[in-house]
């Protein structure tokens, strides 16, 4: 059964406190792995898509990193306005039965204080 | 363009109503989802659709049936609404399947009692 877990659970930082945030997963044949960001109260917003170990990608403060077993999304020098809900998800590997299924790691909680 | 437009936004209903939740989509993607999200348990996939006429089971689909008649359309109907069912649900589209971006509505949060 594929799996997507994410660690930690909730993370709070001060304003410029470098962290990162992991996301596990274990899914055969894997055709990518998507960062999401969650505002309270609106849907998840795309951020990332990996599709190979070792490719990294930024957006701002953000870098999203891959490999083999895991990905990490780095938050350089956060800003209260990073705070949200970032997700990370896997598509179901081909011929598979969970095929056309994106699987989603529970969240991690990021807070930012100024 | 408006993306994916959900309504209600917000809806209470009693144990054993029904009800349908719309969703929309001005993008022309044929790929159509429904997902649940309850506190810290991420997102879970109730049915998805790869095209009109075509839909599918996701991980949890019990209590839920859904229908794809065009393109732009994939309402989730409840039937016999059930505490369990309180959650907050998203409806998301791609434009060529599971392994690319995923656009979601703003979801409808749902209490039953």
């Known amino acids: 059964e594929d799996q997507v877990t994410q660690s930690p659970e909730a993370l709070r930082l001060q304003e410029g406190e470098s962290s990162s945030l992991n996301c596990s997963y274990t899914?055969?044949?894997?055709?990518?792995l998507f960062w999401y960001r969650q505002d309270p109260g609106k849907g998840p917003e795309f951020l990332f898509t990996?599709?190979?170990a070792g490719e990294e990608k930024e957006k701002e403060r953000l870098k999203a990193t891959l490999t083999k077993k895991e990905s990490f999304l780095h938050i350089t020098a956060p800003k209260p306005e990073d705070s949200a809900t970032y997700l990370c998800a896997v598509p179901g590997p081909a011929g598979g039965t969970s095929y056309g299924k994106l699987t989603f790691g529970q969240g991690t909680i990021l807070t930012v204080h100024p | 363009n408006a993306g994916v437009t959900q309504t209600p936004k917000f809806r209470i209903l009693k144990i054993g109503q029904s009800m349908t939740l719309q969703c929309a989509q001005d993008m022309n993607h044929n790929y159509m989802y429904w997902y649940r999200q309850d506190p810290g348990m991420g997102l879970k996939l109730i049915y998805y659709s790869v095209g009109a006429g075509i839909t599918d089971k996701g991980e949890v689909p019990n209590g839920y049936n859904v229908s794809r008649s065009t393109t732009e359309d994939f309402p989730l109907r409840l039937e016999l609404a059930a505490p369990s069912q309180t959650s907050v649900y998203f409806c998301?589209?791609?434009?060529?399947?599971?392994?690319?971006?995923?656009?979601f509505g703003q979801g409808t949060r749902l209490t039953v009692v």
């Open positions: 990996l599709y190979s």
């Open positions: 899914v055969s044949g894997l055709r990518g």
């Open positions: 998301a589209s791609t434009d060529r399947g599971d392994d690319t971006e995923a656009f």
